[in-house]
């Protein structure tokens, strides 16, 4: 069955079109967004909701959405979308982070033209019938230092416009490398360096708790007087009443911002200041950037429900669509392993330590260490899935670590699962053979090639003559047929396993008439998803 994805907000019909194109079902609603009630009545139909800001994906929603599995944000901002609640129900959150990135720095330039002339002021005078010239003094941008709070993507273009301005630049940004500030042009520098360097700043970092009142009333005063401040990234990076004090007394010569802390900003201490420019979040608004954002969206979801590529989400590593169709195997490898560890205790997990060796080592390891983590909490919550694994095991506070190395054993390369508990660790190692099998390869040490089914047996013992015979009988008496059969030990007469591969469940009963024979350590009965 092809998935159906809504579309509650304003798309473009060529968007719409994708999924079409692309064997999806669509039902285009646009208006259902501001409908709360009636989006509830319809959501649980859907695989996929594409969104603008209109929509607000609550948890509340979401507890409706019973088959929703990805949310697409036609733009950056996902402040109407409940990740957290999204990530606990296994719903992937995609926005669309790089198509308005032009828009948005061309209209940063903008505000540092129109507020460096005055242009709103002048505009305004002269539609008035006033000829003010002389009132309306401005400064040129060339030969003046730009400061960058933020040189990522949107930040980079600035930059890079900037340069074009012959303009100095200068950029705070603590993930700024020194190359890349040499591709951009500009010079890297601590905040405080650029607050008293530059004679306009210009702001393009998140809104984060780092990032809130980045220009504080402090941060302020530590400017060169006369400078200029440009915000066209997230309301709530400046102190906006401290901005104000510092305008009225010109320490601030003028300020051009695009975004407020609270909107729709239909108030502001800011408004109708005359060394202000302000705009009603305009930054993404052009027709190009809405047209890009709308056909981005639609290919990222179409993607992830039809190939499992994962692009630009919040709550799940990136996955290409090429890296899904080579790591298939690997991942359902990966989420076996976890299985093995999460069933084979009932303790509280400390830690769970992941090696991959060899060519596994080079892939996703993100997505590989989910699908751990996923096999693992899944044996005791069964609702438990490949976004909401990583949430899970850090509220119980689980250790992950990752290890990669190069080639050193027989196979080509393989993956190590070790869990810690506060009584002891177990391990499990796996690889996927040239059929795309995955198989077991070791468990606690010792070496096996276990070909991994649905319904599995696993048995630890002293190693001693008639294991096998006890297993095959055990089994042939309650009518169990063993599909196949996997012997291992560390060496005669010290530890050994059985891995038996059933056609069918095995009845609790049988476990404990092998308990009770005294032969056996461990008799665990394993399941397995290998759909």
Same mark, same amino acid.
């Given at each position: 069955?092809?998935?159906?994805?809504?579309?509650?907000?304003?798309?473009?019909?060529?968007?719409?079109?994708?999924?079409?194109?692309?064997?999806?079902?669509?039902?285009?609603?646009?208006?259902?967004?501001?409908?709360?009630?009636?989006?509830?009545?319809?959501?649980?139909?859907?695989?996929?909701?594409?969104?603008?800001?209109?929509?607000?994906?609550?948890?509340?929603?979401?507890?409706?959405?019973?088959?929703?599995?990805?949310?697409?944000?036609?733009?950056?901002?996902?402040?109407?979308?409940?990740?957290?609640?999204?990530?606990?129900?296994?719903?992937?959150?995609?926005?669309?982070?790089?198509?308005?990135?032009?828009?948005?720095?061309?209209?940063?330039?903008?505000?540092?033209?129109?507020?460096?002339?005055?242009?709103?002021?002048?505009?305004?005078?002269?539609?008035?019938?006033?000829?003010?010239?002389?009132?309306?003094?401005? #400064?040129? !941008?060339?030969? %003046? @230092?730009?400061?960058?709070?933020? +040189?990522? *993507? &949107?930040?980079?273009?600035?930059?890079?416009?900037?340069?074009?301005?012959?303009?100095?630049?200068?950029?705070?940004?603590?993930?700024?490398?020194?190359?890349?500030?040499?591709?951009?042009?500009?010079?890297?520098?601590?905040?405080?360096?650029?607050?008293?360097?530059?004679?306009?700043?210009?702001?393009? #970092?998140? !809104?984060?708790? %780092? @990032?809130?009142?980045?220009?504080? +009333?402090? *941060? &302020?005063?530590?400017?060169?007087?006369?400078?200029?401040?440009?915000?066209?990234?997230?309301?709530?990076?400046?102190?906006?009443?401290?901005?104000?004090?510092?305008?009225?007394?010109?320490?601030?010569?003028?300020?051009?911002?695009?975004?407020?802390?609270?909107?729709?900003?239909?108030?502001?201490?800011?408004?109708? !200041?005359?060394?202000?420019?302000?705009?009603?979040?305009?930054?993404?608004?052009?027709?190009?950037?809405?047209?890009?954002?709308?056909?981005?969206?639609?290919?990222?979801?179409?993607?992830?429900?039809?190939?499992?590529?994962?692009?630009?989400?919040?709550?799940?590593?990136?996955?290409?669509?090429?890296?899904?169709?080579?790591?298939?195997?690997?991942?359902?490898?990966?989420?076996?392993?976890?299985?093995?560890?999460?069933?084979?205790?009932?303790?509280?997990?400390?830690?769970?330590?992941?090696?991959?060796?060899?060519?596994?080592?080079?892939?996703?390891?993100?997505?590989?260490?989910?699908?751990?983590?996923?096999?693992?909490?899944?044996?005791?919550?069964?609702?438990?899935?490949?976004?909401?694994?990583?949430?899970?095991?850090?509220?119980?506070?689980?250790?992950?670590?990752?290890?990669?190395?190069?080639?050193?054993?027989?196979?080509?390369?393989?993956?190590?699962?070790?869990?810690?508990?506060?009584?002891?660790?177990?391990?499990?190692?796996?690889?996927?053979?040239?059929?795309?099998?995955?198989?077991?390869?070791?468990?606690?040490?010792?070496?096996?090639?276990?070909?991994?089914?649905?319904?599995?047996?696993?048995?630890?013992?002293?190693?001693?003559?008639?294991?096998?015979?006890?297993?095959?009988?055990?089994?042939?008496?309650?009518?169990?047929?063993?599909?196949?059969?996997?012997?291992?030990?560390?060496?005669?007469?010290?530890?050994?396993?059985?891995?038996?591969?059933?056609?069918?469940?095995?009845?609790?009963?049988?476990?404990?008439?092998?308990?009770?024979?005294?032969?056996?350590?461990?008799?665990?009965?394993?399941?397995?998803?290998?759909?």
């Amino acid at each position: 069955m092809a998935p159906r994805v809504l579309v509650s907000d304003e798309l473009s019909e060529t968007a719409v079109q994708i999924f079409r194109d692309r064997g999806v079902e669509v039902d285009y609603l646009p208006k259902l967004g501001k409908d709360k009630d009636e989006l509830a009545k319809l959501i649980g139909q859907y695989d996929g909701l594409a969104i603008r800001s209109a929509t607000k994906v609550t948890e509340k929603l979401l507890s409706l959405a019973t088959n929703l599995k990805v949310v697409g944000r036609a733009g950056i901002g996902v402040d109407n979308v409940d990740i957290p609640a999204a990530s606990k129900k296994g719903v992937i959150v995609m926005n669309t982070p790089f198509g308005n990135s032009i828009t948005t720095a061309e209209h940063a330039i903008a505000m540092m033209f129109a507020v460096a002339r005055q242009i709103p002021e002048a505009n305004a005078s002269t539609h008035a019938g006033k000829w003010e010239k002389s009132k309306f003094m401005g #400064v040129e !941008l060339f030969n %003046k @230092t730009l400061g960058v709070i933020g +040189a990522g *993507n &949107i930040g980079g273009i600035v930059c890079d416009r900037a340069v074009g301005l012959k303009m100095k630049v200068v950029a705070y940004d603590p993930f700024l490398s020194d190359e890349r500030a040499r591709q951009l042009g500009v010079t890297k520098v601590e905040l405080d360096d650029l607050l008293a360097r530059a004679d306009f700043i210009t702001l393009h #970092v998140p !809104l984060t708790d %780092k @990032t809130r009142n980045i220009l504080s +009333a402090e *941060n &302020i005063a530590k400017t060169k007087r006369g400078v200029r401040i440009i915000n066209c990234a997230r309301g709530g990076l400046i102190d906006e009443a401290a901005l104000k004090a510092a305008l009225e007394t010109g320490h601030v010569a003028g300020a051009a911002l695009d975004v407020f802390e609270t909107e729709p900003a239909t108030e502001n201490p800011l408004f109708n !200041l005359p060394n202000v420019v302000c705009t009603p979040h305009l930054g993404a608004s052009t027709t190009e950037a809405q047209e890009n954002v709308a056909l981005q969206v639609a290919e990222q979801m179409a993607d992830y429900l039809l190939t499992g590529a994962v692009q630009n989400a919040l709550n799940m590593p990136n996955v290409t669509a090429e890296e899904a169709a080579v790591m298939g195997p690997w991942v359902k490898l990966a989420s076996h392993l976890g299985a093995f560890i999460g069933q084979m205790t009932d303790e509280p997990i400390k830690a769970i330590n992941i090696l991959y060796d060899g060519a596994v080592a080079d892939m996703n390891l993100a997505a590989l260490n989910q699908s751990v983590i996923a096999g693992v909490m899944k044996a005791h919550n069964p609702d438990v899935n490949l976004v909401s694994a990583p949430i899970v095991a850090k509220e119980r506070g689980i250790q992950i670590s990752t290890t990669r190395q190069d080639k050193t054993g027989t196979f080509d390369a393989y993956i190590k699962v070790t869990m810690v508990t506060d009584s002891r660790e177990r391990s499990v190692a796996g690889t996927c053979f040239s059929d795309g099998k995955p198989r077991f390869i070791q468990i606690k040490g010792i070496n096996i090639d276990a070909e991994i089914g649905q319904h599995m047996l696993y048995t630890t013992n002293e190693d001693v003559p008639g294991i096998i015979g006890l297993l095959g009988m055990t089994m042939g008496k309650n009518g169990v047929n063993i599909a196949n059969f996997t012997l291992g030990r560390s060496g005669v007469g010290q530890d050994a396993i059985a891995i038996l591969y059933l056609d069918q469940p095995i009845d609790p009963k049988v476990v404990e008439t092998l308990e009770s024979t005294g032969m056996f350590q461990q008799v665990k009965p394993l399941e397995f998803d290998v759909a």
